[in-house]
Structures are given as structure tokens and as C-alpha cells.
């Protein structure tokens, strides 16, 4: 059994759905609608406010491109037993602030009524100096953060220290290390951001690189490094007073 219907959300837009009936449930899907209000505005009616909190910082204004939305509901309590939303976002997004942004960027979360959960899962990419890159950012669950992650095994050559300004908030990389480190060409071989659970805005990177060198020293003009792999971790990159790179 399947019948189409307008559900209005919370005053913001109304949708155009298709419910279909299935052996113990019913599904609502949205057909397809424009004019959508902000990611925020949207995840706040459907589900609520304490869901729509739980997005990671910078995401809740974000106007949306194209989306689709699933309700299922049953007999039993709760009637309503999960929401799966997927949508395409128009805006980029600020992941830190004034420095990094992710583009592209589509997004599929699911609320888990009958478990009280909520999980996500967003893919896109950043931009390191002229080096476009896939990334992921998953909630797996549960009470774990927001994480991000390199979205490939690909190890991109980035032009050099300077690339990597935006995942430490602007700040200076070679002022953090020995002079001459990583001069020229670097091999990015891993990226990784978390969310800090309360605020849900970054709290740390992980950045490793690798550099072919030579690294010369300056007091020993006879002796050189090769093969040098910088680890690098960031706390706090968008918060100038509170940021420390080691």
C-alpha cells in the first residue's frame, strides 16, 4: 500500500512524501523538494533540538543543495522509529574557522529512536595549499566524537610546510620545528581530526608527513637527513589562545 501527501515541518517547508506500507511498519520518504531551510532548522523539526545539537560546529546554518528523508514508524512504542536523512549541502564547511573548510560535502545521519542513538556520516573534501583531498567525518555511536579521516590510501605531494597552515588555525608550521625541516616537497601520509563530544567543534589534529630531504643541519655542513617523517598534533587549531602544536 503506498499513497502520497504534503507533511509540513514545523512551519519551514513543505515536502511532498510517498508512505508506503510494509509488514510491520510504515515508511514516509521524502519524493523531492526545494527550498529547504538550514541543516539545523531541518534535523531540529523532524527529530529535535538535542539531535540537531549534536552536529559538529559550523554545520547547523548551512544552507542544503538536495535531500531525501525516511521516517519509519510502527505500532509499538516509540511510533516513530528511526529518521535517516541524506543531503547534499550547498554551503562549504568551516571545519576550522577562518582556515579550513570542507566542500562538497554530503551527509547522511540516522536516528535510532527505539535505541536512542544517533550516527553519522559525511564525506567531502579539503584543501591543503593546491592539493584538493577526500575526507570522511563519522559518529560511529554511542557516546564517541566526531571524527575525520583521509577519505583514500592516496599519499598526495603537497609543495611544503606552508599547505598545512590551515589544519593548525594559520599558525606558522616551521616556526614549531628545527630550521630547514621540510623544506620543499612533502608526502602527506595521514590526516585525522577529532571533535571535542561537548562542543563538537575540532579539538585536535594528527598530521604525519613525510620529507625525501636532505635536512642539512647548520652547524654540521658535511652532514644531511634523508628520510624524515614528521608527526605532528594540534590542539585547540581554531582558538589562538588555547592552540599548542607538538
Known amino acids: ?13 513543505d515536502l511532498p ?11 514516509v ?24 545539537a549534536l552536529l559538529p560546529a559550523g554545520l547547523h546554518e548551512l544552507k ?20 535517516f536523512f541524506s543531503t547534499q549541502l550547498s554551503d562549504h564547511w568551516p571545519i576550522v574557522e577562518g582556515y579550513l573548510e570542507l566542500e562538497h560535502v554530503a551527509l547522511q545521519l540516522f536516528v535510532d529512536r527505539a535505541g536512542d542513538d544517533t550516527s553519522g556520516f559525511f564525506a567531502g573534501a579539503i584543501r591543503l595549499g593546491d592539493v ?8 560511529p555511536g554511542g557516546s ?3 571524527k575525520l579521516a583521509l577519505g583514500s590510501d592516496a599519499t598526495p605531494t603537497l609543495s611544503g610546510l606552508s599547505a598545512l597552515s590551515g589544519v593548525v588555525g594559520g599558525g606558522d608550521v616551521a616556526g614549531h620545528l628545527p630550521a630547514g625541516f621540510g623544506d620543499g616537497a612533502l608526502t602527506l601520509r595521514d590526516l585525522s581530526m577529532e571533535f ?18 636532505p635536512w642539512r643541519l647548520p652547524e654540521l655542513t658535511n652532514f644531511d637527513v ?11 587549531p581554531g582558538d589562538s589562545a588555547k592552540r599548542e602544536v607538538t
Open 226 to 236: 634523508r628520510d624524515l617523517t614528521l608527526k605532528l598534533r594540534v590542539t585547540a
Open 132 to 139: 584538493e583531498l577526500p575526507v570522511v567525518v563519522e559518529k
Open 196 to 213: 571535542d563530544p561537548k562542543t563538537h567543534s575540532v579539538s585536535s589534529v594528527a598530521v604525519d608527513v613525510h620529507s625525501a630531504g
Open 17 to 27: 512524501v510517498r508512505i508506503t506500507r510494509q509488514p510491520d511498519q510504515w515508511r
Open 29 to 52: 520518504g521524502i519524493l523531492g523538494a526545494h527550498g529547504f531551510p538550514s541543516l539545523g532548522e531541518l534535523v531540529a523539526a523532524v527529530a529535535d533540538p538535542d539531535t540537531a
Open 64 to 83: 542544503m543543495s538536495s535531500a531525501t528523508l525516511e521516517l519509519t514508524l510502527g505500532s509499538g512504542d516509540p511510533t516513530l522509529r528511526s529518521i
Open 144 to 146: 564517541a566524537p566526531w
Open 1 to 13: 500500500v503506498s499513497a502520497g501527501a504534503i507533511v509540513t515541518l514545523g512551519g519551514l517547508v
